[in-house]
Nanobody
Framework: QVQLVESGGGLVQAGGSLRLSCAAS????????MGWFRQAPGKEREFVAL????????NYADFVKGRFTISRDNAKNTVYLQMNSLKPEDTAVYYC?????????WGQGTQVTVSS
């Protein structure tokens, strides 16, 4: 059993920044790749970014490259998503999960709203 709790979302103006956190409990995620995903109303959940178990490899969806940075602190069992230069189209609920994601690991997510 693993619980993933996302936090750090909020309302921000276009061009602003937010840092999302994903705290894991129930078991450590220090040895598994993690990812961030997002879902806007009426749309499917989509991949945003991933990070390898030790942080040595990252990958990003094209629409966030150069703007978002995924990182992790295994000692804190936490994964982060630094989001800069936010755009209104980034508005979504952001979720973390292992990568590849497991269906039963989806949590509540954290809402990110970017205004024009």
């Amino acid at each position: 059993q693993v619980q993933l709790v996302e936090s750090g979302g909020g309302l921000v103006q276009a061009g602003g920044s937010l840092r999302l956190s994903c705290a894991a409990s129930g078991r450590t995620v220090s040895s598994v790749a993690m990812g961030w995903f997002r879902q806007a109303p009426g749309k499917e959940r989509e991949f945003v970014a991933l990070i390898s178990w030790n942080g040595g490899y990252t990958n990003y969806a094209d629409f966030v490259k150069g703007r978002f940075t995924i990182s992790r602190d295994n000692a804190k069992n936490t994964v982060y998503l630094q989001m800069n230069s936010l755009k209104p189209e980034d508005t979504a609920v952001y979720y973390c999960n292992v990568h590849p994601p497991r269906a039963n690991y989806w949590g509540q997510g954290t809402q990110v709203t970017v205004s024009s």
